[in-house]
């Protein structure tokens, strides 16, 4: 169980991550987890008013059953495999947390200051939430894909909009956590 809890060299993930891109191309498949956002949307119907919905969401199931699979891993590996005690964290990064007001994670893989369950006692944290949900929702839709689908599925592909797009995240990430998150927290 120690070799399953402890956190592994990142050639182990990339290495399963590519031969899990090669199997999907291999089979014609494509790979990204926005997309069963359009496929949930076009199971409920709505495609008969908004045309962008309106296609063959069947011929995604087995996508979907990838988004659950990611959900039931998650809860498995947070509720069962983990051992964040041997995550280290950058002591300048926990300085810029302190000096946001932002308790370093102390043992957890997450601050709780940003994702416990009291931010829903926060107007202000509520705001965030929705408008960054919102922001992603239109970022997502806007670039033809998420940060998974571009990163990962374009760039084994060797899309260059999908170059483009990860370009971009990169530099909106960067620019959110080093001068708007300040401002925001």
């Known amino acids: 169980m120690e070799l399953i809890t402890h956190t592994w060299h990142w050639s182990v993930a990339g290495f399963l991550i590519a031969a899990v891109m090669l199997t999907l191309n291999y089979f014609g498949k494509v790979f990204g987890m926005s997309s069963n956002l359009r496929s949930l949307c076009s199971m409920t119907g ?106 990962i599925a374009g760039m084994s592909n060797l899309q260059l909009p999908s170059l483009k797009a990860v370009i971009g995240f990169f530099i909106g990430g960067l620019i959110m956590s080093h001068f708007l998150l300040p401002l925001i927290l």
């Open 46 to 151: 709505v495609g008969k008013k908004v045309p962008f919905f309106d296609w063959d969401w069947k011929s995604q199931r087995w996508n979907l059953a990838v988004v659950v699979g990611a959900m039931i891993g998650g809860y498995v590996a947070v509720h069962f495999l983990s051992d964040p005690s041997n995550v280290t964290i950058n002591p300048k990064t926990i300085e810029q947390l302190k000096a946001m007001g932002i308790d370093a994670p102390n043992g957890k893989l997450l601050p709780e200051a940003l994702f416990g369950n009291q931010i829903f006692s926060s107007i202000k944290m509520i705001a965030i939430l929705l408008i960054g949900g919102l922001l992603i929702g239109f970022g997502s839709r806007y670039a033809g894909g998420c940060t998974s689908g571009h990163a």
